[in-house]
């Protein structure tokens, strides 16, 4: 597609179900980066994948978070038992490569849990 | 800990007007900076970019500038128009993006 694309673009949950949010990254980036952005701050780092692996994890809060990226394109963030502290905007980016390029976000997932 | 960071939270500049957005960071072994901008309700916008070896990179209106000694950088528009109201984040590329805090711009017509 023309960009990133998130879907669903609003979802709201009650505390302790399970959900998962999609990311279609540009076609032919490798590298897809989750982050998710509270009311104020800037966006937070999750998790990263080069191709199908994921190169840096160190970002999610929990083992509650879990993402796959299994054929190196589309991506699922997936949340378990969602707490009311895990509402945020769940951001998505893609670059070419990772490293010293630009990446590019998807509009994100506005996520509610009450 | 705060790798990067954007000490003013908002800015208010005339439109016509210079608007010089701040971030400095604290790893040395940063060598690569974006800056993004974003609307309400959309993901960031990628906006201009600067690598170490450099220390001004200009694309039409907006120019940044990298002081590596200082581990400061800054984003100069010129002349701001109502349009570039908006937040605006810096990043600096550590494998993953590591953003700032923010500074929300306001352009007065």
């Known amino acids: 597609g023309a960009g990133v694309s998130q879907t669903p673009s609003n979802k709201v949950t009650e505390k302790g179900k399970y959900v998962e949010l999609r990311c279609d990254p540009i076609s032919g980036h490798t590298a897809l980066y989750w982050y998710r952005q509270s009311l104020g701050q800037g966006p937070e780092f999750l998790i990263y994948f080069q191709g199908t692996g994921a190169a840096d994890d160190s970002g999610l809060p929990n083992d509650r978070f879990f993402a796959v990226r299994p054929e190196g394109s589309v991506s699922t963030l997936k949340i378990q038992r969602t707490e009311r502290g895990d509402s945020a905007v769940y951001l998505c980016?893609?670059?070419?490569?990772?490293?010293?390029?630009?990446?590019?976000f998807g509009q994100g997932t506005r996520l509610t849990v009450v | 800990d705060q790798q990067v960071k954007q000490n003013s939270p908002s800015l208010s500049v005339q439109e016509g007007r210079i608007s010089i957005l701040n971030c400095d960071y604290t790893?040395?072994?940063?060598?690569?900076f974006l800056w993004y901008k974003k609307y309400p309700a959309e993901g960031p916008t990628f906006l201009i970019s600067?690598?170490?070896?450099?220390d001004k990179n200009e694309d039409g209106r907006f120019t940044v500038f990298l002081n590596k000694s200082a581990k400061h950088l800054s984003l100069h528009i010129v002349p701001s128009q109502p349009g570039d109201s908006a937040v605006y984040f810096c990043a600096a590329v550590g494998g993953k993006l590591i953003f700032g805090q923010g500074t929300e711009l306001s352009v007065k017509p």
């Open positions: 600067i690598s170490s070896i450099k």
């Open positions: 980016a893609s670059s070419l490569i990772p490293g010293n390029t630009e990446a590019f």
């Open positions: 790893n040395s072994m940063f060598d690569y």
